[in-house]
């Protein structure tokens, strides 16, 4: 059965703490893995999309990279508005797209 | 450039009526899809349509249907309303089908809440 999980599910960081946030998936036939960040009240933001194993894509403090089971989203000297809720999403073979049910991240100043 | 619009903002139902949500695509983006969004559940593919057409479906009963209309436009509907169809409905647009593998781009939402 194709699943994506992320972990952990809440994370709070005190500013300029970097960390990783996880998304491991078991798909039939990974297409790509798309990762969101999202505000409350507000719709997904899409940030990065990985194709193959060892890709790897960086905006500001972001970096994503992908391997063959799992994504990581690196979070360098984060700041407060960092804070928000990282979704990633899996599209399959069959193009069905999954998505975990995040992670929470709170930055604290 | 404008993003995916989506009306209303907010709703409140009771249970057994219908509702109908609207989502207007990113301009040039031909497909969009809907997913309903619960803090237990995360988000959940509802379906997608690409020129008119639905192209995939979500493990969701009869109730919930759709369409997409030739300006790209799509309509959501859910009849005989359940609590448990209490949501946010996200509609995500993106430039072609499915087969290109492109990101899709959501709106803000609908908030339903039934009462």
């Known amino acids: 059965e194709d699943q994506v999980t992320q972990s952990p599910e809440a994370l709070r960081l005190q500013e300029g703490e970097s960390s990783s946030l996880n998304c491991s998936y078991t798909?039939?036939?990974?297409?790509?893995l798309f990762w969101y960040r999202q505000d409350p009240g507000k719709g997904p933001e899409f940030l990065f999309t990985l194709y193959s194993a060892g890709e790897e894509k960086e905006k500001e403090r972001l970096k994503a990279t992908l391997t063959k089971k799992e994504s990581f989203l690196h979070i360098t000297a984060p700041k407060p508005e960092d804070s928000a809720t990282y979704l990633c999403?899996?599209?399959?073979?069959?193009?069905?797209?999954?998505f975990g049910t995040g992670t929470r991240l709170t930055v604290i100043p | 450039k404008a993003g995916v619009t989506q009306t209303p903002r907010y709703l409140i139902k009771t249970r057994g009526q219908q509702v109908t949500l609207s989502c207007s695509p990113i301009?040039?983006?031909?497909?969009v899809s809907w997913y309903q969004q619960t803090p237990g559940q995360g988000l959940q593919f509802l379906f997608e349509?690409?020129?008119?057409?639905?192209?995939n479906k979500g493990n969701f009963p009869g109730r919930f249907s759709g369409r997409q209309f030739s300006n790209s436009r799509s309509e959501m509907n859910v009849s005989t309303l359940e609590l448990g169809d209490s949501a946010l409905y996200l509609c995500?647009?993106?430039?072609?089908?499915?087969?290109?593998?492109?990101?899709?781009?959501f709106g803000d939402g609908t908030r339903l809440s039934i009462l």
């Open positions: 349509y690409f020129s008119e057409t639905q192209r």
């Open positions: 301009s040039g983006h031909r497909s």
């Open positions: 999403a899996v599209r399959t073979g069959a193009n069905n797209l999954f």
């Open positions: 995500a647009s993106s430039l072609v089908g499915p087969e290109s593998n492109q990101p899709q781009h």
């Open positions: 798909v039939s036939g990974l297409r790509g």
